[in-house]
């Protein structure tokens, strides 16, 4: 699934009905959580708590509303998605690195992946050579690059996810075309950590929107994707800290 292409397509169904005279009940309520926002000083955790409670509270609103009579699954499933974007693209600055101590925490992970820039090989994390391919490498790499075009964390967290699609399908060619025996994520981490360096993402903000995401709630339609999504968030997390020592 590709962020640009099927994600835009979710938030235009969205905001055309938030435009039906019909919804005004609904965008008073976004309007004033989003104002609410203001009153608390910034804390992922308990944004995201904050958020996800807002967005429960809304899907039971959309499911009981008119405009979403005979609706299906999927289809509420996707005004949720909607409104999650909408809300956090308004609050992005609020809720992305918005505290001193994500800024501080940031930077000293930025100037760490600069330093092993430098020096940091495929030999330094025990990578085959059957997986040392630059052209796959590039363009997991150029996915990874795309999370800060992004400020809704479902189209960030989907930009991991293509990277993980990338890699593994370098890995699932390797074993077809080399009889490369995969060993699982003793195989696929060493490479994600070299692409993650290499592409010199901001790990912090990662894990911020990770925690704010209705995508790690699991709800409805939304439970096969999410748990893939978390699986990735754990593996995410692990170079960050290795790094951060």
């Keep these: 699934m590709d962020a640009s292409s099927s994600q835009p397509l979710t938030f235009y169904d969205f905001l055309d ?14 309007k004033s959580f ?20 807002f967005l429960l509270t809304m899907e039971d609103s959309i499911r009981d ?6 609706a ?4 509420i499933d996707s005004a949720i998605e909607g409104l999650e974007k909408y809300v956090m693209t308004k609050l992005f600055s609020r809720t992305f690195a918005a505290s001193p101590e994500d800024a501080k925490a940031d930077q000293e992970i930025s100037e760490k992946i600069s330093l092993l820039q430098n020096f940091l090989r495929p030999e330094h994390l025990d990578i085959p050579a059957v997986l040392q391919n630059e052209a796959s490498w590039l363009l997991a790499e150029k996915e990874l690059q795309k999370v800060n075009a992004f400020k809704a964390p479902r189209e960030k ?5 293509n990277c993980c699609r990338v890699i593994n399908n370098l890995l699932l060619n390797a074993a077809m075309s080399e009889n490369h025996i995969l060993a699982g994520a003793d195989d ?4 994600l950590i070299y692409v993650t360096i290499k592409a010199s993402s901001h790990w912090r903000i990662l894990l911020s929107c990770i925690q704010t995401s209705n995508s790690s709630s699991c709800i409805g339609g939304r439970r096969s994707l999410c748990q893939k999504w978390l699986i990735i968030s754990q593996i995410w997390s692990l170079p960050s800290h290795l790094l951060l020592t």
């Excluded at 009905?17 to 965008?27: E, G, I, K």
């Excluded at 299906?72 to 289809?75: A, F």
């Design 17 to 30: 009905r938030m435009r039906n005279p019909a919804s005004l009940d609904l965008v008073r309520s976004i």
């Design 72 to 75: 299906t699954e999927e289809e």
């Design 157 to 161: 967290l989907l930009c991991i996810l």
């Design 34 to 53: 989003i104002v609410s926002f203001s009153f608390y000083a910034p804390s992922p955790e308990n944004d995201g708590k904050r958020l996800q409670d």
């Design 188 to 191: 696929f981490l060493p490479v």
């Design 65 to 70: 509303h008119p405009l979403w009579v005979g």
